[in-house]
Nanobody, 126 residues
Framework: QVQLVESGGGLVQAGGSLRLSCAVSARTFSTYAMAWFRQAPGKEREFVAA????????NYADSVKGRFTISRDHAKNTGYLQMNSLKFEDTAVYYC???????????????????WGQGTQVIVSS
């Protein structure tokens, strides 16, 4: 069973930065696509950023483009989301997700990912 564990969330002022981490238990993490989603209170889970298996191809939601960066360290079996210039509207629970090779589907649909973490809360104060 593949396990994903997020960390790094917290309270930050608007304009500040946070780096979220996603530790993955699978030895085959280096073959998985990964993504970050978020869910604000009363809203649906939404796509934030995604990376293909080696990080060479990335995609971002328009709302975070230029501010957030997704990356991965295969030696540590860990994915990251660097969040800069945070805004109040970035407040949400952030989830990392992973997708097995050849799973198909899209970058941005939550249902296309096979494994999920439990989430980490990010609160941006205005």
């Amino acid at each position: 069973q593949v396990q994903l564990v997020e960390s790094g969330g917290g309270l930050v002022q608007a304009g500040g930065s946070l780096r979220l981490s996603c530790a993955v238990s699978a030895r085959t993490f280096s073959t998985y696509a990964m993504a970050w989603f978020r869910q604000a209170p009363g809203k649906e889970r939404e796509f934030v950023a995604a990376s293909n298996w080696n990080g060479a191809s990335t995609n971002y939601a328009d709302s975070v483009k230029g501010r957030f960066t997704i990356s991965r360290d295969h030696a540590k079996n860990t994915g990251y989301l660097q969040m800069n210039s945070l805004k109040f509207e970035d407040t949400a629970v952030y989830y990392c997700a992973a997708k097995r090779p050849l799973s198909g589907g899209t970058w941005y649909k939550a249902g296309d990912y096979n494994y999920w973490g439990q989430g980490t809360q990010v609160i941006v104060s205005s």
